[in-house]
């Protein structure tokens, strides 16, 4: 995608996560009487902002720094660092009036309200869509190079079991949360032996730095159609045809196909191919025309645009389940919990030292790619994407940080426990030396995303 549609997904994602997040500050307040003066999404710095409006005692707008967003509400030391009220009593409407218990509730409103949007959308995608199981019999194909090619898999090997558990489906053997666990290890069949095979502590760092997993069930080169007045059908290969080899290499799957192809335009090739002539009511796969099929080669050579006229046949062993809403309700849940569990064990691992601190945090940059990224791999990827950038602001946003909900959540507590409120000023470059920090951190992550890209 061009820069302006990376730009406009990223604009996209931003506003919907802030907004959610805010909004659960507003209605929080709101709740509790508390005057909500500004709503802003993005920052206002300088006095800088696309469109304002005031309804009522609020005032709505768009601010020109997308950095995020907030809710300044009367009464609290927050992000606008406004100091008006200093020298005031606390009136019933602001936020110091009110009790320890209804500032906590606001404080957490917005991290509520995250968790709340991810789980939302996975109960959406899973209602609309079932859940997508996908047999670990279909073998294994794995990248040159990627993480799971160093630690020994070979495409072509049968997953069995990760961490001593059997699996049932490849979504159970590349569930993320297997990757933030203390140790990993996979059991995988190869011809015909049961084979160990461990993964690095470091395992998400190497799949981040690779940007994928480098490893998916093998889709075997089985021909849907070959196309008319194409190379493939006039040198007499068929549809429903099995590919097994190209000037004599063996090939499994169909992007190996595709390379060899593409890389030959122009140049005959040697294809070897398998065929099983279909009868009534029966079904073939890969497996079943590799030991049933007869077998043939062929010379073909690919036109210049290095094509021989050919589409896939798919053949994965694939189901998908529909639920019903209670049972999507619990899906989603659970799918929020598991992400979470698992965002706070990558958070772990960074502070640890157990995975690269520099390859682990993101900016706006790699934000923006993997937004449009998701984006361009369709709605259902952008969805997942917005679930999982949800998840992570929520709990970034819990860290006792200055200037987070977190931090501010911890103030309040311990007001609550002396029963009486902190000096003003201390409050006040408490939160001055967290708005450094993150202006600090968003610089880091800016010249990161810079050097990385």
Do not use: C
């Not at 199981?133 to 190079?145: D, L, Q, Y």
């Not at 050919?310 to 062993?317: A, M, N, V, Y």
């Amino acid at each position: 995608m061009d820069f302006l549609s990376t730009t406009f997904f990223f604009i996209v994602a931003i506003f919907i996560l802030v907004t959610a997040h805010e909004l659960g500050h507003f209605l929080t307040a709101k709740l509790f009487g508390m005057r909500v003066d500004k709503f802003y999404i993005g920052f206002d710095f300088f006095e800088k902002r696309l469109w304002r409006k005031k309804i009522g005692e609020t005032e709505y707008g768009v601010g020109a720094f997308p950095l995020g967003g907030y809710v300044k509400i009367a009464g609290m030391v927050d992000e606008s660092l406004d100091t008006d009220f200093q020298n005031s009593e606390p009136q019933p409407w602001e936020f110091r009036a009110k009790p320890v218990w209804q500032r906590l509730i606001v404080l957490a409103g917005g991290v509520a309200m995250n968790m709340i949007l991810a789980t939302v959308i996975f109960i959406g995608i899973t209602l609309v869509l079932g859940e997508s199981r996908t047999s670990v019999n279909n073998p294994a194909f794995v990248e040159k190079g990627s993480v799971f090619a160093s630690m020994g898999m070979k495409t072509g090997d049968r997953l069995q079991l990760a961490n001593g558990k059997p699996l049932d489906s490849w979504e159970e053997a590349l569930d993320l949360e297997l990757f933030t666990a203390r140790s990993l290890n996979y059991t995988i069949l190869r011809e015909g032996k049961s084979v160990t095979i461990v993964a690095p502590s470091n395992i998400m760092s190497s799949i981040n730095k690779q940007k994928s997993l480098g490893i998916r069930p093998i889709v075997p080169p089985v021909i849907d159609e070959a196309l008319e007045k194409m190379p493939a059908k006039n040198a007499g290969i068929q549809s429903g045809a099995l590919i097994t080899a190209i000037n004599g290499k063996n090939v499994s799957d169909w992007t190996e196909v595709v390379g060899i192809i593409s890389a030959n335009a122009g140049k005959p090739l040697s294809i070897r191919w398998q065929h099983l002539k279909a009868t009534q009511g029966s079904k073939s796969n890969a497996e079943i025309i590799r030991s049933q099929g007869e077998t043939f080669v062929t010379t073909v050579i690919p036109n210049t645009s290095g094509k021989i006229g050919i589409s896939l046949k798919q053949t994965i062993e694939t189901e998908r389940r529909k639920l019903n809403i209670a049972e999507s309700v619990v899906s989603g849940i659970k799918q929020t919990w598991k992400m979470s569990a698992m965002t706070v064990q990558g958070f772990a691992k960074i502070f640890t030292g157990e995975e690269d601190f520099r390859k682990s945090v993101g900016g706006p940059i790699k934000i923006a790619k993997i937004a449009s990224q998701s984006a361009e791999q369709g709605p259902v990827s952008f969805l997942y994407f917005l679930s999982m950038l949800s998840i992570s602001l929520a709990i970034i946003n819990m860290l006792p940080v200055p200037a987070l909900d977190g931090g501010q959540f911890v103030l309040n507590g311990i007001e609550g426990i002396i029963r009486r409120e902190l000096p003003f000023e201390v409050k006040m470059r408490i939160q001055q030396i967290g708005m450094a920090l993150l202006f600090a951190l968003f610089a880091f992550s800016l010249i990161n995303d810079f050097l990385n890209s």
